[in-house]
């Protein structure tokens, strides 16, 4: 008789390929019968905040209840698995219980069961290694396709084996009219489909690959700013609203430091440190990305921050940051009071401090790009383009005096 109960689970980090942010890819490993495999669970962790007599994220890490969590239901889904099959009474292999563990006999062939499961996928990951911001991106994408089908076809679910270029491209062409969609968004809702639809191309089970002859490309998208000019009309603004007047400082606060909003909502003073000549700087991981900021913090920035301390240190800040939809509808009405003609919003300011404060001013571009937080200097690369368009527009200026 075999023994049915000689199974082990556990969890382990595999001490190769590292990602971008230095961590290592977790490993679930199932040994049964003095066989052994090992599952990749898309999770990764660093060496310092894993346990690795416990196999789990060490408790005292920033994402050990999240990460914990997913391997707990992991390893309780292996282990139902497991007794599914045990229970059954037939003998059983290694890789048949893993075929059970990845739902390899119930895969779905249908398209809006693939989506949904690559949703759900990136929903246990929420927090841990992407943003939840980019699981609600996953979540439109689906709803985006179900009301394709439907429209297009009358149909709640599409066969994947159905699937072609031509069916892609009139999607593409829902999205940007029916949906109303910017090319870069719609761009982004195929990847989507194709990152989840992958596996399935590549096993054969989608035969022949419809993303093949399918040429989309992203667009290079300069981003608006604002000029010296236009932040010393906000920073002029007399505001007797308290509420206006604290969205206004927020806004010019990010035009100071490039700080994106989600990571503005979450600045704390821990994130403040002060050099031994009084000055001081902003340390803080991105949420985005996990990239770290390194932000000297200018004087005016500074100010910003001690009128908001009750100490005097700037350290003490205490502010309120309204929702993104909130701030958006404040500062968009602080920049018709003041006179600006673009409409402003939370990102621009991000944008504002990368061209008018930092790269127009003659900061490398080496170090906007660690203020930014960006992993590679590729990404901070378009704002020296918007710079570079910005003094050809200054010197047209001129032109006519020198023929």
Not at 29 to 35: A, D, Y
Not at 246 to 262: E, H, Q, S
Not at 276 to 291: L, N, P, V
Request: hydrophobic share 40%; proline share 3%; glycine share 6%.
């Amino acid at each position: 008789m075999l023994d049915f109960m000689d199974i082990r689970f556990g969890f382990m980090l595999r001490n190769t390929s590292p990602n971008k942010k230095g961590q290592f890819p977790i490993i679930f490993r199932i040994t049964f019968r003095n066989e052994r495999r090992d599952l990749f669970t898309a999770l990764y962790c660093s060496k310092k905040d894993w346990n690795a007599s416990a196999g789990k994220f060490d408790r005292k890490s920033k994402m050990a209840v999240e990460g914990n969590r997913n391997l707990e239901m992991l390893h309780r889904k292996a282990a139902n698995a497991f007794d599914q099959l045990r229970f059954n009474g037939d003998v059983f292999s290694l890789e048949e219980l893993i075929d059970k563990i990845k739902g390899k006999e119930e895969r779905p062939q249908l398209l809006i069961d693939y989506l949904r499961e690559g949703a759900e996928k990136v929903k246990l990951r929420a927090g841990v290694d992407v943003t939840k911001a980019t699981y609600e991106k996953y979540r439109r994408s689906v709803l985006h396709t179900e009301e394709f089908l439907m429209k297009e076809f009358k149909v709640r679910n599409y066969s994947i084996n159905r699937l072609n270029t031509h069916f892609l491209e009139k999607y593409f062409r829902y999205l940007r009219t029916t949906r109303n969609l910017q090319h870069n968004t719609a761009v982004k809702h195929l990847s989507f489909v194709k990152t989840v639809l992958l596996p399935a191309i590549r096993a054969g089970v989608i035969k022949n690959d419809p993303f093949r002859e399918l040429k989309l490309r992203l667009k290079p998208v300069y981003p608006g700013f604002l000029n010296q000019e236009e932040i010393d009309k906000l920073v002029a603004l007399e505001l007797k609203d308290r509420n206006m007047a604290r969205k206004r400082d927020i806004f010019l606060f990010a035009c100071y430091t490039g700080l994106a909003y989600v990571d503005l909502k979450g600045l704390k003073g821990e994130h403040i440190f002060q050099e031994k000549d009084g000055s001081y700087y902003i340390i803080k991981a991105r949420q985005k990305t996990g990239e770290q900021s390194i932000i000297p913090l200018l004087p005016a920035s500074a100010r910003i921050l001690q009128s908001y301390s009750p100490t005097g240190d700037i350290r003490d800040f205490m502010w309120y940051v309204s929702s993104n939809q909130k701030m958006n509808e404040g500062i968009k009405i602080l920049g018709q009071m003041a006179g600006i003609e673009k409409p402003l919003h939370m990102h621009l300011a991000r944008h504002t401090f990368a061209t008018t404060v930092t790269l127009s001013n003659g900061v490398p571009i080496e170090s906007v790009s660690k203020m930014l937080g960006h992993a590679t200097i590729k990404q901070t690369q378009h704002y020296a383009k918007v710079v570079a368009s910005k003094i050809k527009d200054d010197m047209s200026k001129i032109m006519g005096l020198y023929q």
